[in-house]
């Protein structure tokens, strides 16, 4: 079975750090492009960082650039977000999810079922 | 960032109704528009991928068209299991963004 599961979410005080995983399962994790989304509470869906297949390259929302980091370790099949200086408006539901290509678009395919990061003291 | 609007909001309706649901974007994105579908405290499912692809397994009640800036979701005969909030997402530029999304509500 395809799949992704996220782990690493909890309550941490502002200014904190956290680093998220996402373990996928089921497909050739080395060839396909990945991604962060998050939701807070009651709200939409915000696009966070986009990592390459070989881990090359990034791109990151400004809403965190500078204080999170994708990474990916695919020996591990593993996807990874380290979140540093974190603020309260960064309280949300945070997706991994996979990029497929149909007729030349990327969409997000394969998503786990998040984990929740809470920053308040 | 490239803004994408959806319209309505929210909106109720019945079982066996249309639904159409639109997204514009504010500038044009030819056809890197996906649309997805996200119950309460599940992921989203992509729907419908480059505006008209519908992903397998999909019922065919979905569809979707449109390109360049204004985009449509349409749901031919509401289904009780349709009731969810939908989202468009562009991916034409290096920043992707979504949709506030559009909650379809039972009347």
């Known amino acids: 079975e395809v799949q992704v599961v996220e782990s690493g979410g909890g309550l941490v005080q502002p200014g904190g750090s956290l680093r998220l995983s996402c373990a996928a399962s089921?497909?050739?994790?080395?060839?396909?492009?990945m991604h962060w989304v998050r939701q807070a509470p009651g709200k939409g869906l915000v696009w966070v960082s986009r990592?390459?297949?070989?881990?090359?390259?990034?791109s990151y929302a400004d809403s965190v650039k500078g204080r999170f980091t994708i990474s990916r370790d695919n020996a591990k099949y593993t996807l990874y977000l380290q979140m540093n200086s974190l603020r309260a408006d960064d309280t949300a539901v945070y997706y991994c999810?996979?990029?497929?290509?149909?007729?030349?678009?990327?969409?997000?395919?394969?998503w786990g079922q998040g984990t929740t990061v809470t920053v308040s003291s | 960032d490239i803004q994408m609007t959806q319209s309505p909001s929210s909106l109720s309706v019945s079982v066996g109704d249309r639904v159409t649901i639109t997204c514009r974007a504010s500038?044009?994105?030819?056809?890197?528009l996906n649309w997805y579908q996200q119950k309460p405290g599940k992921a989203p499912k992509v729907l419908i991928s480059a505006a008209s692809s519908l992903q397998s397994g999909v019922p065919s009640r979905f569809s979707g068209s449109g390109s360049g800036t204004d985009f449509t979701l349409t749901i031919s005969s509401l289904q009780p299991e349709d009731f969810a909030t939908y989202y468009c997402?562009?991916?034409?530029?290096?920043?992707?963004?979504f949709g506030q999304g559009t909650k379809v509500e039972i009347k």
């Open positions: 990592i390459n297949s070989d881990g090359s390259s990034t």
């Open positions: 997402h562009q991916s034409y530029s290096t920043f992707w963004t």
């Open positions: 999810a996979r990029e497929v290509i149909v007729r030349g678009v990327s969409a997000m395919d394969v």
């Open positions: 500038q044009s994105i030819s056809s890197s």
């Open positions: 089921g497909f050739t994790f080395s060839s396909y492009w």
